[in-house]
């Protein structure tokens, strides 16, 4: 939901993407929490948990995976600063409700801006990455619910989402 009165901050005076200039914010401690979900056949779930998946340990992979793509997010997305990322955690806990991975990832910093991108962008590369190893015995799997679940820190202050 947009806040009123907010301007995009990535978009100069005639409209041009820039990367925002954060050199006058406070260095403050900031995290953010995203998650998201990869939905499979019960049959490939059972495989990913066994650890008899092809390419090997699926949820290990993945895991290692969003960890580096969450440090590496300003080299993917254009006007994302690079930052010393102080902490990041990937979580995948298989579900058999769904059926599928719930994916979680937590990533926090002592900087100038913030880390929600880092923390999506760790979500995503995990569960593209339980995709790409377990894809082989199910195309049919979709990747749902990437999203931002919580963020602190920094001048805007406490996020967390509605469910």
Do not use: W
């Amino acid at each position: 939901m947009a806040r009123a009165g907010q301007k995009l901050t990535h978009l100069g005076a005639k409209g041009e993407a820039r990367m925002v200039d954060v050199s006058a914010k406070a260095e403050t401690e900031r995290e953010a929490i995203a998650a998201g979900c990869v939905i499979m056949q019960p049959a490939t779930l059972a495989i990913v948990r066994k650890g008899d998946a092809q390419k090997g340990d699926v949820l290990g992979t993945a895991r290692i995976a969003g960890i580096m793509a969450a440090k590496r997010t300003h080299e993917l997305i254009p006007l994302c600063h690079p930052l010393a990322l102080s902490k990041v955690e990937v979580e995948l806990t298989p579900n058999a409700k769904v059926p599928g991975i719930d994916v979680q990832a937590r990533v926090k910093v002592f900087g100038k801006t913030g880390v929600e991108m880092e923390a999506l962008t760790a979500v995503s590369v995990a569960c593209l990455t339980v995709y790409d190893m377990v894809k082989a015995i199910d195309r049919g799997m979709r990747i749902e619910n990437i999203r931002l679940l919580e963020k602190s820190g920094g001048r805007s202050g406490h996020y967390r989402a509605k469910d």
